[in-house]
């Protein structure tokens, strides 16, 4: 390989990584240039492909906010770690400990006796105008008696090596997951150099975040149950959300799975109400109790800052933490180090002025040209602005508004960040990137301990000023190197188990999951039998099928079941290009492919990887079909290839899931669509005019699923009784009414069994009336046609009548399970 160096970019502005002023690489980089230099621009290429499918086979995603593309956005990671030698290391370690130690002590003191502020340390105005400072946690200790437990702060190296403060996190810090997934796939793409290297393990810093939730939980002799609180599947780092509360053993719950009796914080599971002890919550301060602060909150938990005001239960972060993330803080952290711990601050903050003193106002408006402004709070909505970026009457109009309200401004040093090396494959060269480093800290009975690594940023281009995962940067693993301390071994929960300490299922499963598991069973059969329609109309009417009576048919079933428009819809073509793709027929295949997302993404820790990923692709080809101009043809390929992976998905539900209450719902749902979506298919075909035509018979059995099985049996044209009995009573066949309704009150009788539920008395007498009913009344009856027609109709009134019942036992196991409505409460309501 050529001199990665020739064309690497340096700039005297910066301090690079990688090499030093004289373009010499740095000491600890040189292992990993060595072996940079030996391989060949394939073998870099192929070790960066290893991690961008390493990524995609584990679904690490990172949504964007207001980007129609950017939900499920894979995550970016670059091949080339970010070094830091031991001794650099040490002192950053120690300067994120005592800022974390430190920020603790203001946020006792800010929800405690305030002394700061009497004693003018801390402007009250910084404090009181902060929207998230929440007036009722005033006066709360939090249980265990740690405000902060888990901490990340964002740094960046000056051209002289030193590094700054950029940023504190401390309301409900995000990344270290990530830095986690970072290094699981970095270390199995580079192993030999990741020995080599004796990098520092992450392991011990996840261990003490569970020891340290378990060992302040007010868990009162019990064994705590500690859950993660995430908002939801769109926040912009869900996969992380769902990361961590694998790998730390929590369950994953959102808002509406909690709930506070008499002070007390439960889970809502199947089995009942499950105490809960401690939340590590990912979700914003004030959106945490709709009930004491913010009322339009539709995501936290009425009455939580009451049951942590008892000392009911502990959240980590406390509540009210987000104060401590205002830019205008940082400038007065040294006095305050001074007066709370008696030390001088060991990691410098970026020089920052807050605006509301008279004479620092003046300064920033002489000074402004090499400074940027930033809102001192949140709630303003207004973009950090460079001055030197802006014109004359624009600086003019800046210096007007930091005169009319200059306690709302902060006044910052322009950060000038380190470049690091980045693998270019199309290019096959080292490029450079401006970086920044966001470093974890967790609170435990020693004090802080720090993540020997953490979550390195990468800027999306050469000449940016600014690192931003949401304006599509990249990252790096952080690799600390030097000798591995004792008990620093690779992550992985480990503790003694026994006998006693047996589960055979998850106690914890929040109602809402499996709600979500039922919808995603019957969405996903109902995506399946909406899709094997939609390819019998449209085959038939693309081929223009010599017989006419069968085509009309399968329109007349279509319409019937809403699956296709009317016809006062437009033309046919156009109909069933709707049915397939209309953004606007709310029974389209499209929008059901979308509802099928949608629930998949609100149960994803319960999936498979491979499940997860036939959904993406699912989803990602949904999204390629366009509705104007779409070729008919092309969509009956489309259609081929996708009930080729809905059956997948059908295969991973029965294989990958373990037979819980949650698969069980998940059977359950399918169950109950394909029941009535069969029984009242064929219920339609019996009242038509088409039950003698063969070709009609022949598109029935594509609807079963059941062609290959009839012709293999009968080697003859398809006839109705043959056809009724393999589509209605062969218990052999997976598409027959007769083989889900046995489905369906096997999976409702295990189900009774274990939380006592009444019998659905109406569908066990539905099943005899279906198994007794006998074919050959519809051979030579003694009163002729008319009395065939009036089997027909009876057989299509009892068709009518399962599919009613099937939906009766859906409503009421979602009364029963997912609303928590006694029976005896229904009956009163009405």
Known sequence: MPDLLADYPLSAASYHELVDAKGQVRPHWRRLFERLQAASPAQLAQRQALVTRQIQENGVTYNVYADPEGADRPWELDLLPNLIPADEWQQI???????????DAVLADIYGPQQLIADGLLPAELVFGHNHFLWPC????????TFLHLYAVDLARAPDGRWWVTGDRTQAPSGAGYALENRQIVSRTLPELYRELNVQYLGGFFRTLQDTLARQAPADGDTPLVVLLTSGRFNES??????????LGYPLVE??????????????TLAGLRRVHAVLRRLDDDFCDPLELRSDSALGVPGLLEAVRRGRVLVANALGSGVLESPGLPGFLPAIAQKLLGEELLLPSIASWWCGEAAVLEQAIENLPELLIRPSFPSQSFPPVLGRALDGAARAALVERLRARPYAYVAQSRAQLSQAPVWQAQEERLQSRAIGMRVFAVASAEGYRVMPGGLTRVAAVADAEAVSMQSGGASKDTWVLGERHPGGEPWQWWRALGVADLVRSDPFLP?????????????????????????????????????PQALQSALALGERLGILPDA???????????AVLGADWPASLRANLQRLQWTAGSVRGKLSQANWQLLLVLHREAQCLEVEGEDLGELLDYLDGLLISLAALSGFALDDMTRDDGWRFLLIGRSIERLHFMAESVAAFLRSDAVSDPSALAWL????????????????????????DLLLLDEQNPHAVLFQLRTLLRALGRLGERFALPEEVPLWQLEQQLSDFRLA????PLFGPSSVRAVLEGLADLLERIAEAGENASEHLGLRFFVHVDPSQRTQST
């Not at 370690?93 to 920020?103: I, P, S, T, Y």
């Not at 969405?523 to 010599?546: P, Q």
């Not at 059995?701 to 009724?724: D, F, H, K, M």
Request: include cysteine.
């Open 238 to 247: 869900y996969f992380e959300h769902l990361y961590l509360a694998r790998q």
């Open 511 to 547: 109602s809402r999951v499996v709600e979500n598991l039922f919808w995603f069973g019957r969405y996903s059969s109902r995506c399946e039998d909406g899709a094997r329609l939609l390819r019998i109309m449209l085959a038939r009417y693309v081929d223009d099928d010599d017989d």
């Open 568 to 578: 006062d819809s437009g033309e046919l073509e156009q109909r069933l290009l709707q």
């Open 777 to 780: 009344s519809l051979e030579s």
């Open 255 to 268: 808002g509406s799975d909690l709930t506070v009796r008499d002070a007390t914080l439960y889970l809502k």
């Open 93 to 103: 370690a120690a300067g994120v400990a005592q800022r974390a130690k430190l920020l």
């Open 701 to 724: 059995l594509e609807l079963g699923n059941s062609s290959i099985t009839y012709r293999t049996r009968y080697l003859a044209s398809a006839q109705l009784i043959p056809v009724l």
């Open 138 to 145: 005033q006066g709360v200790k939090p249980a265990g008696g």
